[in-house]
């Protein structure tokens, strides 16, 4: 099974421990529109209020690209401000795992 699909999977069960388990110890996640950076604890912390909150989700979502080395997404996403956003993300695969995320985001009106 490809990154992308034990990713998605997490994604619909909503699957803490899982997701947890795709990223490196070392992963760093960044986000372009605002310039954070988050390490795996940090961003660890997030993902797991952002699976908490059924008002956060993932409204469709498709592999652009995979192997090894990378993966390319991307996404529509609802949030709890009931605001949405096209999503394009970028991770580099290290050990079958993410290590690095960027993702650049999109308003959607």
């Not at 979502?61 to 949030?79: A, G, K, L, Q």
Request: hydrophobic content about 40%; charged content about 30%; overall charge negative.
């Amino acid at each position: 099974m490809s990154v992308y699909q034990k990713l998605q999977k997490t994604m619909d069960n909503r699957d803490l421990e899982a997701y947890l388990e795709l990223l490196h110890e070392d992963a760093v996640f960044v986000f372009h529109k605002s310039g954070s950076s988050f390490s795996k604890g940090e961003w660890s912390e997030m993902v797991k209020g952002m699976l908490a909150n059924d008002k956060f989700v993932q409204e469709s979502s498709r592999c652009v690209y995979e192997n090894e080395d990378i993966m390319v997404t991307h996404d529509f996403m609802s949030y709890p401000d009931d605001t949405r956003e096209a999503v394009m993300g970028v991770a580099m695969l290290k050990d079958g795992k993410i290590i690095r995320m960027e993702t650049g985001a999109t308003t959607l009106e």
